[in-house]
Structures are given as structure tokens and as C-alpha cells.
């Protein structure tokens, strides 16, 4: 692996300009297709395989016009003070309310309140339901301008009006945070290498990596129906990892020349040691993002798909457009331990009269590894408690900041109607195999009205054959209660014996039953998406470190991150704690899908930090030092710049949190909080007490295992018996910039 690297990044340093190419062309065509690709519509949602999933696929067999995905809009109304909706001023401004909307060219149909009994019963609120003939993220702005407009006028005759329902959903928002993040990390960058130059090209490479990403996620949008989350998704992992894999190499070339190599053949060396670790960092989190698909939620598959294809977009581009970029550079690119001459520099700086930070430290915890050690545990495991009570759940308007009219209406129709108005209940009742269809249907209507926590059972409605029955139950509870969910299982559970008696079949869907049945879904598939990933991962690190024991303490260090980011995710965005500071304004159940792609990414960058600081102590190991003094030449050497990349990460998922997207928020503040925990704590403290505890033990591998296993050479043990190339290999623009 390392000689194939190291060649691999000789030639990129000597055909930059063909590489060069290559990629501009590649950012050029994926911008184009991009550009050029149909908008994307609404991205569909389905959980195949649950209850809630068969049912709304029953109901688009048996009602067709019943499932149809357009937009939908809930107009509600509230009277002034000591009026009821049913007045006659208040009446006639809804009326004039219904026909404006009813005349706008993209809406299929307008429901008036007091012909569909949508007044509330003390008559102070009324809501209007407007159906439109397209999705709502393919609504023209004069059809939301129109809706707004007609609300605003009902608003100017006094009554209080807001609005429900996805026809004025907007793309989510990052804010400014991101780009702050992004300037952290170009802050960090100079002051790691002492460089404007050195810093701004882990930068642009990374640029350009997103670039290609997040522009090839555009242009497939709508062929593979992929939503805007994806490619925020993809954003924010393609910018920490690609920034991180070309810091890696950068300071790895700055390293050998500093001792003293030519350039083209310390980038070859650069690309050879560092670039394997890259390889094989950036492999385990493409298995982690493509193990998502295990889970079988589609919308799950594809954003994580997504990310891994930008994260092997990173890889590659550190890989070949690094060094190429390097060549180009010249002596611009100073070597470790020289500033540019814009910083002050221009000379060789002093040497330390004390060894470097990453050296003091290493060396302060192997005298101490067993106190190290247990500060660790203990603290993570403190953090981690809040994880205990984690509940999941998928938003809807009622997690809405309650600035938003989506919210205000929410509330208002909660007021109005009760909680659980806001989370109706479908009972579909397949009777295909009743002998009678009405009879088997009435019984069902029966069973609900007898059961805690329902406030209405509306009419049954069959469909044209008359096979198949829809029946709406309102429950007392909100949408997102333990309450609600017990009556969920509760008409479920009297399903059984009502197929037994009649041969019925009964099954409960609607928004609030398909978020009870994804959560299960995630819970159920959690352990098993562990168990393979963690697997995996783990039989690659064997190849990687050849030793059993220093895997086995990357996965259980990744176990104690991710539990303690959790933990943190509970605190701020179901608790509540630190809400205020981080622009959470309505705190409830983590979103569903958080807490597996939070695994999943949280994983592959743990193994990110454990290659590439680990691979350090390994390769000085395997060159004769002794285990202890091993960990603290890898420490010396790596502390800084896995310091540097975890600051970086942190600063970019960090820039995330300011948006408008719940789970984008949520994810963002939660990979933050991982990276921190598992740069700092596990990897930079309990990595080296663990190792130093296990001495020489921690390398050990049985030999007809060590016989098995292919040499991949990540340490750059080969390079140093590989030849030089000869001078014929060198091409007459090596140095393009003169010193």
C-alpha cells in the first residue's frame, strides 16, 4: 500500500498539470449537470416493512386519489375577544378567505369550516383545508404568495389568522455559523503551520471535494429523490474530512523536509505514510455511512450513500490533487519548524529548549496511565447519563420555533380542538375478506370509542368497491405523548381478535403512527447496524495495526464517545439544558434517525483519529523504540496535528447548528460533541494510558493470524528500502515557483 501511494504521489507531483485537469474537469462536469438537472421534487418518505407503511399502501392501491402527495394547507381562525367565529362580521371574512384561495390555478380544493364542521365547540376557532394539485416543494411563490396575502387580509378585518401544513415550506437555512466555522478552521490551519499558503490548500482541496459532492447530489436529486437534508448532509462531513485528510498530508510533507528531502520525494513519501492512513481512515467511514443501508429505510440509505461518495471524493483528492498542488507551490511550502516570511518567518525557527506539548503530555500520562484512565471512563460515563432517557420521535409543527406561523397554528388548533388534534389517527380496515364488510367495520368503530384516550371516531368512509374503510380517531394526548402511542398499540392490539371474528384486517397509519413505527424501526435496527460496522471496522483495523487488543480498544473508546455525545444530545435538545445558548427553541423527542447516523458518522471519524495518531506510535514501534517511548514519539509527531484536525471538525459540524433544519441542528451539535469527546479524551488520553498499560502486549497478534493477513505497510516500512526514482523521472517544471 505504501509504495503504491508513495508512486502514486510522485506522479501527481510531476503531472500536476494533468491531474490539475482531471479535476477541474470533473468540478466543471458535476456543475454543469447541476445546473442543468430538473429541480427536485418532495423527497418521498416510507418505513417498509411497518404497519403504517402497508396501510398507506393499501390505501393508494384501494383510494387513488386519496394519497396523492400535494401540498396541504390548514388556514386557522381565531374570533376577537368577546366574538365567536359563527358572528356574522367573522363569517363573512372566512367566506371571502375560501374564495380567494379557491381561485388560485394550483389548488385542487378548498374545505369552508362551516360546511366540514371545523369550528371548535366553544366557536372561537375555525380552520380552513386547502389542498393543492402539486407536492410543496413544487408550489410557484405566487400560489404561497397568494395564501399569505388572503391570510394578511382576514388579519386586517381583526380576526387573528395563522398557517398550518407543508405549503410553506422553505429549504432549510445554515445561517451565518457556517461560515464561521469554516474561518476557524482557516485560523487554525495558519497557526498550525505557520503558513498562509500551507493552510489555504487542505482548505481549497476541500472546497473542491464539496464542490464535486455536493453538485453530483444536485444533479441526481431528482432521479434518485434526494432531499435538501442530503446534501447539507454530505456538505458537512465532505468539509471536516476533507480538510482533515489534506492537513494530514501537508504536515507529513512539511515533515520530510524538513528532514532534509527533496520535494517530489517527500510528497511521494508524504502520500505513501499519511495517505495510507487516509486510505484507510477514509474507508471506515465509507463503511460506516454505506452500513446505513442495513437499516432499510430508504431516505436513510441515500443520505448516507450520499456522504460516503463525498467522504471517497475527499480521500481521492487528498490522495492526487494535494501533491499536485504541492508541485505547484514550491518552495512556498516551507518546511516544518519555518514560517512564511508574511508571519515572520523566513529563517528556521529556534529549537524548543523543552520538548514540544504532544511530547509533555504523552509523557505525563504514561507515568500516570491507571489515574488517565479512569478520569476518562468516569467522566464520559457522567456525560453519558442523560442518554438513559432518550426518547424519539419525528418533528412536526408543534417542534416549530414559535415565531413561526406553522407553530402559532399548531397551538391554536390544539386550543381549539384539543392536543391530539394535531395527530389524527387513520384506521384502515381491509375487508376484502369479510362476509360483511359493514358489520366488520362497525364492530372496529366499536372497539376504538371503548378505549382510553379517544375523543372522537369520525364515520367510517368506503372506498368505490366497497373493500376497504378508512376511520379517523382524534386522541386527548399530543401527537409526540407516551399516551398517544399506548392507544396506537391499544387499536392494534385489538386487531387480532377482530380479523379472528370477522376476517378484517386492521391497520393504523397516519403521520403520527408512521413516526411511532420509525422509531421502533431505529431502535430495532440499532444493535444489528452496530454489530456490522463495529465488525467490520474492527477486522480492518487487524489488517491496519496487525494486533487484536489496540482494535479492540478503538471500538470500546468509540462506544464511551458516541454514548457520551448522546448524552449531550438528550441534555440540550430534550432537556433543554443550554437551549437558550444554542438557538433551540422547542425542546422534545431527538429526531428519530439522529441518533443511527450519528453511530454511523461518529464511528468512521473516531477510527479517523485512532489510524491516524495510532499509525504514529505503531510506526515508531516498528522501528525499535520501546512501547512507552513509542507512545510518546507518536505523540510528538501526531498530538499537534490531530489536535489541529479535531479543532477543525469541531468548528465546521459546529458551524451546522445554526440551521433552520431540526435534524441538521441536532447532528450537527451532536458530531461536535463526539469529536470533541473522542479527540480529547478518548484518543489523546486514554489511547496512550491504555497502550502504556499494555506495553508490548498491545502489538501482539497470533502468528498464524499474522501469517494470514495481507502486509498493507501503513507504517511506510518499505519505503525505506524503495529505490529513488532515477533522475529521468524528473520533469523540467518541478519547481515552477523559484526560492
Not at 492512513?277 to 474507508?283: D, R, T, Y
Not at 376511520?471 to 387499536?491: F, G, M, N, Q, R
Not at 479527540?679 to 502489538?699: D, E, T, Y
Request: hydrophobic fraction near 50%; avoid cysteine.
Amino acid at each position: 500500500m505504501a509504495t503504491f501511494l508513495y508512486k502514486a504521489g510522485r506522479f501527481a507531483f510531476r503531472r500536476r498539470h494533468f491531474v490539475a485537469l482531471i479535476w477541474v474537469a470533473l468540478l466543471t462536469l458535476a456543475g454543469v449537470g447541476a445546473a442543468s438537472a430538473p429541480a427536485a421534487g418532495s423527497t418521498s418518505f416510507s418505513i417498509p416493512g411497518t404497519e403504517a407503511q402497508k396501510a398507506f399502501d393499501l390505501l393508494e392501491q384501494r383510494f387513488p386519489g386519496m394519497s396523492a402527495d400535494g401540498a396541504t394547507a390548514r388556514v386557522v381562525f381565531k374570533a376577537p375577544s368577546g366574538q365567536r367565529m359563527t358572528d356574522a362580521a367573522p363569517k363573512a371574512t372566512v367566506g371571502n378567505t375560501v374564495r380567494k384561495l379557491s381561485a388560485g390555478p394550483e389548488v385542487a380544493s378548498v374545505a369552508d369550516p362551516f360546511k366540514g364542521h371545523a369550528v371548535s365547540k366553544d366557536g372561537k376557532i375555525a380552520y380552513a383545508s386547502v389542498k393543492y394539485k402539486v407536492p410543496g416543494m413544487e408550489l410557484k411563490d405566487s400560489s404561497r404568495e397568494a395564501l399569505k396575502t388572503a391570510a394578511q387580509d382576514a388579519r386586517n378585518a381583526g380576526l387573528t389568522v395563522e398557517i398550518g401544513g407543508d405549503a410553506l415550506q422553505a429549504p432549510a437555512e445554515t445561517g451565518a455559523t457556517e461560515a464561521i466555522g469554516i474561518a476557524v478552521a482557516a485560523v487554525v490551519l495558519v497557526i498550525t503551520f505557520g503558513s498562509l499558503l500551507a493552510a489555504g490548500l487542505p482548505l481549497l482541496t476541500a472546497v473542491i471535494g464539496v464542490g464535486i459532492g455536493v453538485a453530483s447530489i444536485t444533479a441526481l436529486a431528482s432521479t434518485l429523490d434526494l432531499g435538501s437534508t442530503t446534501s447539507t448532509l454530505a456538505a458537512m462531513l465532505g468539509l471536516a474530512v476533507g480538510i482533515d485528510y489534506a492537513l494530514f498530508i501537508v504536515s507529513r510533507y512539511r515533515g520530510e523536509l524538513a528532514e532534509g528531502r527533496e520535494r517530489e520525494e517527500a510528497a511521494g513519501r508524504a502520500v505513501g505514510t499519511a495517505g495510507s492512513a487516509v486510505v484507510f481512515a477514509g474507508l471506515t467511514v465509507v463503511i460506516a455511512l454505506a452500513g446505513l443501508s442495513v437499516v432499510n429505510v430508504p431516505m436513510l440509505t441515500k443520505m448516507g450513500l450520499a456522504a460516503a461518495g463525498t467522504v471517497a471524493v475527499a480521500v481521492l483528492i487528498a490522495l492526487t490533487l494535494i501533491p499536485a498542488l504541492l508541485g505547484y507551490a514550491g518552495r512556498r511550502i516551507k518546511p516544518a519548524g519555518e514560517k512564511s516570511k508574511l508571519l515572520g518567518g523566513g529563517r528556521a525557527a529556534r529549537k524548543q529548549a523543552r520538548p514540544n506539548m504532544g511530547t509533555r503530555w504523552a509523557s505525563f500520562v504514561v507515568r500516570r496511565p491507571i489515574a488517565i484512565l479512569l478520569l476518562g471512563v468516569v467522566g464520559l460515563g457522567a456525560v453519558a447519563v442523560p442518554a438513559a432517557s432518550l426518547q424519539l420521535g419525528l418533528p412536526d409543527d408543534g417542534s416549530q420555533p414559535t415565531s413561526t406561523t406553522q407553530r402559532r397554528a399548531y397551538d391554536l388548533l390544539s386550543e381549539g380542538f384539543g392536543p391530539g388534534f394535531n395527530g389524527p389517527l387513520m384506521v384502515v380496515t381491509d375487508v376484502k375478506g369479510s362476509a360483511e364488510p359493514k358489520a366488520a367495520v362497525t364492530r372496529v368503530s366499536d372497539e376504538i370509542k371503548g378505549l382510553k384516550d379517544v375523543v372522537t371516531v369520525a364515520p367510517a368512509m368506503f372506498n368505490k368497491a366497497g373493500d376497504t374503510a378508512t376511520i379517523t380517531v382524534i386522541p386527548k394526548s399530543k401527537p409526540s405523548s407516551v399516551t398517544t402511542e399506548d392507544l396506537v398499540h391499544a387499536i392494534r392490539g385489538k386487531g387480532a381478535g377482530i380479523k379472528a371474528d370477522t376476517g378484517a384486517n386492521v391497520l393504523v397509519t397516519g403521520t403520527t403512527a408512521m413516526n411511532i413505527d420509525t422509531s421502533q424501526k431505529m431502535n430495532d435496527a440499532l444493535i444489528p447496524y452496530l454489530a456490522l460496522v463495529v465488525g467490520l471496522a474492527f477486522l480492518l483495523l487487524i489488517v491496519v495495526f496487525r494486533s487484536i487488543l489496540v482494535p479492540l480498544k478503538a471500538a470500546l473508546g468509540f462506544l464511551l464517545s458516541v454514548l457520551a455525545s448522546l448524552g449531550a444530545v438528550v441534555a440540550v435538545f430534550q432537556w433543554g439544558w443550554l437551549s437558550g445558548l444554542l438557538g433551540v427553541e422547542q425542546t422534545g423527542p431527538v429526531m428519530s434517525m439522529t441518533p443511527i447516523f450519528m453511530v454511523g458518522i461518529v464511528f468512521g471519524l473516531a477510527m479517523d483519529y485512532e489510524v491516524f495518531l495510532v499509525t504514529r506510535v505503531r510506526e515508531a514501534y516498528v522501528h525499535g523504540e520501546e512501547p512507552s517511548q513509542a507512545v510518546v514519539t507518536g505523540f510528538r509527531h501526531g498530538a499537534r496535528v490531530v489536535t489541529a484536525a479535531a479543532v477543525i471538525m469541531i468548528a465546521v459540524f459546529s458551524g451546522f447548528i445554526g440551521s433552520s433544519e431540526s435534524m441538521v441542528k441536532m447532528i450537527g451539535f451532536g458530531l461536535a460533541a463526539a469529536v470533541f469527546f473522542d479527540a480529547f479524551v478518548v484518543r489523546m488520553a486514554l489511547v496512550p494510558a491504555v497502550l502504556a498499560l499494555l506495553g508490548k502486549r498491545a502489538w501482539w497478534l497470533p502468528k498464524w493470524l499474522d501469517r494470514a493477513l495481507p502486509n498493507v505497510d501503513v507504517e511506510g516500512e518499505g519505503l525505506r528500502t524503495e529505490p529513488k526514482d532515477a533522475d529521468d523521472d524528473k520533469d523540467e517544471d518541478r519547481e515552477l515557483v523559484p526560492a
